[in-house]
């Protein structure tokens, strides 16, 4: 269903970010960052000249490639357009990622190698897209690797383990029906009415 209708109004500014994970023949995964913010008019720019409507302001790639662990191995970034000339040169930067594991704590250790001077606001905001994009994708190759080995996925509510993604969201409150249905053991009672 979509947003209901707003009042008259007209465009001022689109930022579109985009990530895609790629599974490699050597058994790693690519996932793939593009961020571009984009004008509805035409802004003044001291080192580009006259920014057009619809022209990227900003115009970056960021590539992470991870092993099984979430592991980084290996990182690219990218930035083909900025404000500023001086913006490409802070990409080197984000090697500081390599062997760094996507999982707890991530924010903190992204902030502590590529915080403030030492990064890019906008590629280090494009981390965070990618971190559950990374996610996604894994989870998605294990269960069909699952399948394809003609393993059967383990039935929800058979293991002792709490479900990872408990208490993470509206979905899988502990007093909600997902977690009363398949994970009976960890089901805390009825969920508060709205």
Not at 47 to 57: K, N, S, V
Not at 164 to 180: H, K, Q, V
């Amino acid at each position: 269903m979509p947003l209901s209708p707003s009042t008259a109004r007209s465009p001022v500014h689109t930022r579109t970010v985009t990530c895609n994970a790629f599974h490699r023949d050597d058994d790693l995964i690519d996932i793939e960052g593009h961020m571009t913010d984009v004008k509805s008019y035409e802004i003044p720019n001291r080192w580009r000249g006259p920014i057009l409507p619809g022209q990227p302001i900003h115009d970056m790639w960021l590539r992470l490639t991870l092993d099984r662990d979430f592991t980084i191995q290996a990182v690219e970034a990218v930035t083909d357009a900025s404000p500023f000339a001086s913006c490409p040169a802070v990409t080197v930067n984000f090697q500081r990622l390599k062997g760094v594991k996507i999982g707890p704590g991530w924010r903190r250790i992204v902030r502590q190698k590529l915080g403030g001077i030492e990064g890019c606001t906008h590629l280090v905001e494009l981390l965070g897209p990618m971190a559950t994009t990374a996610y996604q994708a894994m989870w998605g190759l294990n269960a069909r690797n699952r399948r394809q080995n003609d393993d059967q996925d383990p039935q929800p509510g058979s293991s002792n383990k709490a479900p990872r993604m408990l208490n993470s969201c509206w979905a899988y409150s502990d007093r909600g029906d997902i977690i009363r249905d398949h994970y009976p053991a960890f089901y805390k009672g009825e969920a508060p009415k709205k």
